[in-house]
């Protein structure tokens, strides 16, 4: 089967970019052709008036659909993946593919298809003042904290929504989370088109057993991520170490003051963005993950990161999280093992009332006062992320819905299979 993905990449490598290219991995290795057609937001910098231009080219970009164009007539996709339009593909090349009678299916990072800003956040917190045609919003709140943005992004949500270019064109919605795709229902979206596939990791290894020697959080030092709620439980408790990885970002909070995220706390660690070995050792020396979101997160992939190294993850009770995360909250030990003679727990990880520094403070203290406990609740997301986030169990989801799409049948794809390693 060929596939052919686009994607506007944004100005920084990211966790969508990062599922575009596993998607292109795991859809190579079982035997389909895949191509990709990309812009990036990079563009706009170097080019004269870029900010201007990607106003325009996110309503319609002539240029992006010839290029497009010509892929389609060479290519020849039998379905196509769309990733991100904005802002320089733009929906108008849903009407080029439809024309063709080209089945797509969209994979839903985030809610940008009913939010202009795609995070259901304003100033830090979850809003859902956009959710059925509300995208004047945008401009009303200014949530871009720039007119000329909130208006572009208004603008461009209004377009499509009048256009019904996502609603009349794509032919599948491939949420991420349940918690999105029952969003994208409350927004008027046919329910018979969403289907909920996780992101996966496709490189999962054994991990090695190590024991945490520290608290860990994984993410860009923000408000909206709750890092200052995080910071507050270390100040707290100076008897528990604390490290966090992740871009320092200088941000204006609700208070309206200008912020960065250094406690020049002794017991706080800041280690900047990290990757490559630097990051593998960050998880496999901690004990923990925490995760302190105050916003709709769409699906953290630090939280699979983290249990492919056998570390669970405290989390806000709420969006997603209730998903990824395995908690009973009544007991942390949920049954007897009469072979270890011990109450063993069946969580992946805990979850905290979303917000509540002192229900958070708990958790974390309780955790680290139970180090057993985490490792089986670490034991536990390993298993979790193999039985349903890992590359087998996912690649089954997609076949079984590029198939439907494409009305191709087993046979027909073992062929093409058969036909793709002779031409190789």
């Known amino acids: 089967m060929k596939v052919l993905l686009i994607h506007n990449e ?167 989370t349940e918690f999105q795709r029952q969003k994208l229902i409350a927004a008027g979206f046919d329910e018979a088109k969403i289907e909920v596939i996780p992101n996966f990791l496709d490189h999962i290894e054994e991990p090695s057993r190590t024991k945490g020697a520290y608290v860990a959080y994984s993410g860009r030092l923000s408000f909206e991520k709750g890092v200052d709620l995080i910071i507050e439980v270390a100040r707290r408790h100076p008897e528990i170490s604390f490290v966090l990885a992740g871009e320092v970002r200088k941000e204006r909070t609700p208070d309206g003051l200008w912020k960065t995220y250094d406690p020049q706390l002794p017991n706080v660690k800041l280690t900047g963005y990290i ?57 942390e030990f949920d049954f007897f093992d009469e072979n270890q003679l011990a109450f063993i727990s069946v969580s992946s990880g805990m979850l905290f009332r979303t917000l509540d520094v002192d229900d958070l403070e708990q958790k974390i203290v309780w955790l680290c006062h139970n180090p057993q406990i985490a490792e089986q609740m670490g034991e536990n997301a390993f298993r979790k992320l193999q039985f349903n986030y890992s590359v087998r169990p996912v690649y089954r989801q997609w076949e079984t819905l590029l198939y439907r799409l494409t009305s191709l049948t087993e046979e027909d794809h073992e062929r093409i299979f058969r036909h793709t390693i002779r031409v190789r």
């Open 275 to 331: 990757q490559g070995d630097d990051l593998k050792l960050f998880y496999q020396k901690a004990s923990f993950m925490v995760m302190a979101s105050r916003w709709y997160e769409g699906f953290p992939t630090s939280i699979l990161d983290a249990a492919s190294y056998a570390k669970p993850t405290i989390g806000p009770n709420q969006s997603g999280f209730c998903e990824i995360i395995d908690y009973s909250p009544n007991s």
């Open 10 to 176: 944004y100005g920084k490598y990211c966790g969508e970019e990062a599922v575009v290219d596993r998607m292109e991995r795991m859809l190579s290795a079982n035997g389909h052709i895949v191509r990709k057609y990309t812009r990036s937001s990079a563009e706009i910098p170097k080019m004269l008036l870029g900010k201007v231009r990607a106003f325009f080219a996110a309503l319609y970009n002539p240029l992006s659909n010839w290029h497009l164009i010509r892929i389609l007539d060479s290519f020849q996709p039998d379905v196509v993946n769309i990733h991100n339009l904005y802002p320089f593909i733009s929906p108008s090349a849903l009407f080029i593919i439809k024309k063709r009678k080209i089945p797509i299916v969209m994979t839903v990072h985030n809610f940008r298809l009913i939010c202009p800003t795609g995070l259901f956040m304003r100033n830090g917190f979850p809003c859902e003042a956009c959710l059925q045609g509300g995208e004047w919003n945008c401009i009303k709140y200014n949530c871009e904290h720039t007119l000329f943005k909130s208006v572009g992004y208004a603008l461009r949500n209004w377009f499509a929504r009048i256009t019904e270019a996502y609603t009349h064109c794509v032919d599948r919605f491939a949420c991420i």
